[in-house]
């Protein structure tokens, strides 16, 4: 058994092959003049896990290569992240399903596959193999734990994220709640915690995604008028687009930061351990 990954998961793979005691594949990438990527595997074996966090065009092919790389392997697909995965409706006529089709793709050739807080849990049906999806709550609840603050209130930015703010403070365990928008006039919106009072708390905003950052920039902003001692923002995938970093310190958020599902310098919280926890159930290390 061995553990191999793509360009944007290789310290989450280190991580897991520390934890599960699996040994690494040597990987080398490469890309033609026109493009194309090229890849070899060194060193495979009869069960491979594949790590492959999809950002983007590049590592969705990288992917697809890995799993065909393996050859007749028993393959184990864990997608930290998958793009795509919010396109998972189709709006208008003539859209392409995209979800459905990167996770079809991704799926055709493996025997399970493992999602990490995939945005929307109804896109691991589209898998043509047995999938589960776990999630980084409780790891990013035992990080809150680590920071020095007093009694943290853990927030989710909508109703939508209620339940994962739910797990994250499970760890506490703490008090959760969501944050509920009310139009003051045409032009003027407040933002405040559907059901509790920041004022004096130490606030932590969580999420699945923090993408480009605005509305938890925002919210910061405001969390702060009403009394909040500090805002904290953490989330399970940083893509901090855009300068969504830079947004979210101007703001005046105290720390900011993911997991490793989408490695960035902000990756201070691994999802090995919850990865590792769910292969457990399928192999023995």
């Not at 089709?101 to 047995?130: C, F, Q, W």
């Not at 904290?232 to 830079?246: D, L, P, W």
């Amino acid at each position: 058994m061995k553990i191999a990954a793509n360009e944007r998961s290789q310290v989450l793979a280190g991580r897991l092959s520390e934890i599960a005691g699996v040994p690494l594949v040597d990987t080398q990438f490469r890309v033609f003049p026109d493009g194309e990527q090229y890849l070899k595997m060194e060193g495979g074996d009869d069960t491979v896990i594949i790590v492959g966090a999809v950002t983007g065009d590049a590592s969705f092919v990288q992917t697809l290569l890995m799993i065909d790389a393996c050859g007749d392997a028993e393959k184990i697909l864990v997608l930290p992240y998958m793009a795509y995965a919010r396109q998972d409706k189709l709006f208008n006529e003539g859209e392409a399903l995209s979800a459905r089709v990167v996770m079809e793709a991704l799926s055709a050739g493996v025997d399970r596959v493992i999602t990490v807080n995939i945005h929307e849990k109804e896109v691991i049906g589209y898998a043509k193999a047995p999938a589960t999806n776990v999630t980084v709550a409780p790891a990013i609840g035992d990080y809150i734990a680590t920071l020095g603050l007093d009694n943290p209130l853990i927030l989710g930015p909508d109703s939508g994220a209620a339940g994962f703010a739910a797990d994250v403070a499970k760890s506490g365990p703490w008090e959760s709640d969501h944050l509920f928008k009310t139009r003051l006039s045409g032009s003027e919106v407040e933002v405040r915690p559907k059901n509790l009072d920041a004022a004096g708390r130490d606030a932590v905003v969580v999420d699945d995604i923090i993408s480009t950052g605005g509305t938890i920039a925002t919210a910061a902003g405001m969390l702060s008028a009403q009394g909040a001692r500090s805002v904290s923002a953490i989330c399970a995938h940083g893509v901090f687009a855009s300068g969504a970093y830079m947004r979210l310190k101007a703001a005046g958020i105290l720390h900011v930061c993911s997991t490793d599902t989408y490695e960035c310098g902000c990756s201070r919280i691994s999802a090995a351990g919850v990865i590792a926890g769910e292969l457990e159930k399928h192999l023995s290390f």
